[in-house]
């Protein structure tokens, strides 16, 4: 194998006035079924891609920044950005972005004479934000807590104390900015910590003191949008994405005349009642469609309702998440994939798992583990939908029984413990089961997700796709290629949601390779299996 940092391809896509343009021919098919046969119709639809070339200094804005997510981030963008090594019983430790899909994997571009592999970088594909460079990538946000970012990442426990040393100077100047919050949306025991939050008299600091509608929660919003514009002022950002990566909420109901649909959400912001049912998640969604900047729901509550989706459909605005997809889920999505794709029939799935940082403290809550259960649980039914041999859809459709158990621990602190047990029917009704132990800083898996979500989030608002003659547009305002780096994906409506993990890494790199003029990775290698192909290669002799 051999890898090089960059590369371009031969007649590939073409540049002009600070675009590339790439043209694609997209294989479809379409399936009429009749009874238990189908007929199979294929064909081809051309596309152009093009993508704005300019990388904008970015803000990732964090809702929750001073939690365990939120400093884990930012101290490893800091030690990264300045190349900080610190000392550890095991030896000297540098700086790196592992966990990250756009920083530290790599694609296959083909292979060299010699038959070998060429592979690049991720970020190789297209221009994308560098997080290691701070003149193109810093960070900031909300917390309700008012602890700065120095005292909060040593309250979470994750990062080297002998990191939090050399960080402590630059994170103590940081003081998360104020925020809404509504203790009904989350578990009682948040309450203590909430001495940071959005008032009456900071809403006047920062709208003008001759600011005085304060009916429902219209001005919230109003407030966190004159936050982001100063923020993304006093830093000289050209592109903004706010990405919610506080406590977990319960679910809020969906109610006629509350929040299905965009006008009923909109009059319910300013209703003294209705807006009781708008969760605080919602309410920085509603704030980042109306400026136009990408917004990500990074936990597993239904911050995005039918109403917001309309809104952000609406105004064009990109909306994504839900749920980051970091430890067991991950496990999971790829480990069902791989049973049902060799024919084993998962037939029972018990996953627990026990935490003790601040999200398990809320988490011990029902209504907030709830919302949990809800993302972790649908994970498996795409991927056990898609086999009717080994499962049977005759009357209720069948599913393997599923069960998820988190508690709350506090002495493990971030190191979250995951045990999980498959148990499946082989062949001629054999029993198979597999047990796994999975033990990790959480947040050292969420850190690296949250940024690249943060990085794709910003790609996607630079590229556009049109048919012959079409209208440059952007994709879908619901950015489910963001599929591969959360729980329970959101889709456009009326599409499939997709969740077996191979499948969500082959689509997003297959629409970069599109992009960057390549051709999308099938994995036939017939140059290698062909074997005039293998002749006209020289790999075989004539």
């Excluded at 148990?423 to 850190?447: M, P, Q, W, Y």
Aim: hydrophobic share 35%.
């Amino acid at each position: 194998m051999v890898l090089v940092k960059s590369f371009k391809v031969a007649g590939g896509p073409q540049e002009e006035n600070g675009y590339t343009t790439s043209k694609y021919n997209y294989e479809t098919t379409s399936v009429e079924v009749n009874g238990d046969s189908a007929v199979v119709n294929t064909g081809v639809q051309e596309l152009e891609f093009r993508m704005k070339q300019h990388v904008p200094k970015t803000g990732l804005m964090l809702v929750g920044l001073g939690g365990s997510n939120g400093t884990t981030l930012s101290a490893g963008l800091l030690a990264n950005q300045q190349g900080i090594e610190w000392e550890r019983t095991d030896g000297t430790c540098r700086p790196n972005f592992f966990g990250s899909v756009t920083q530290a994997t790599t694609v296959r571009l083909g292979t060299n004479p010699e038959g070998e592999d060429i592979y690049a970088p991720f970020s190789a594909l297209v221009p994308l934000v560098r997080p290691e460079d701070k003149s193109n990538f810093v960070i900031g946000g909300w917390d309700i807590n008012k602890d700065n970012m120095a005292d909060a990442m040593k309250k979470a426990g994750v990062i080297d104390v002998t990191l939090q040393q050399q960080l402590r100077e630059q994170m103590s100047k940081v003081t998360p900015l104020p925020s809404p919050f509504d203790i009904e949306f989350v578990a009682e025991n948040q309450k203590d910590r909430a001495d940071n939050v959005i008032t009456k008299e900071y809403a006047k600091e920062i709208l003008g003191q001759d600011f005085s509608d304060f009916s429902g929660r219209r001005w919230y919003v109003e407030v966190i949008k004159k936050q982001i514009e100063q923020y993304k002022a006093a830093n000289e950002c050209e592109q903004i994405v706010v990405l919610w990566t506080a406590n977990t909420e319960c679910f809020a109901p969906i109610l006629d005349g509350v929040n299905t649909t965009e006008a009923e959400l909109l009059s319910s912001l300013c209703d003294d009642e209705k807006c009781k049912y708008i969760a605080p998640s919602s309410l920085f969604a509603i704030a980042a469609i109306e400026l136009n900047v990408p917004f990500v729901n990074g936990s597993p509550q239904n911050t995005l309702v039918p109403g917001l989706i309309e809104y952000a459909v609406n105004k064009g605005a990109m909306i994504g998440g839900d749920d980051f997809k970091s430890g067991q889920t991950k496990m999971k999505s790829v480990l069902t994939d791989f049973l049902v794709s060799a024919g084993i029939k998962p037939t029972c799935i018990a996953s627990y798992n026990h935490l003790g940082n601040n999200d398990g403290l809320n988490l011990s809550s029902p209504a907030q583990f709830r919302s949990k259960e809800i993302t972790k649980a649908n994970v498996v039914d795409d991927i056990v939908a898609s086999n009717d041999i080994l499962y049977k859809r005759e009357g209720e459709p069948e599913k393997p029984d599923h069960c998820i158990v988190i508690k709350y621990l506090k002495y493990v602190g971030d190191s979250k413990r995951a045990m999980d047990e498959y148990t499946s029917e082989i062949f001629l009704r054999g029993k198979n089961t597999i047990v796994l132990h999975n033990t990790c800083e959480d947040s050292l898996l969420a850190a690296p997700i949250i940024m690249d979500l943060g990085i794709l989030a910003e790609m996607l608002t630079r590229l556009e796709v049109r048919t012959p003659n079409g209208e440059w547009e952007n994709f879908h305002p619901v950015m489910n290629t963001l599929s591969y780096l959360c729980k329970a994906p959101r889709v456009p409506d009326h599409t499939p949601i997709i969740n077996a993990l191979p499948a969500q890494r082959a689509c997003l790199e297959n629409i970069l390779r599109c992009v960057a003029g390549l051709p999308c990775e099938t994995n036939m290698r017939l140059e290698n299996r062909v074997m005039g192909m293998m002749r006209e290669k020289g790999t075989l002799p004539k």
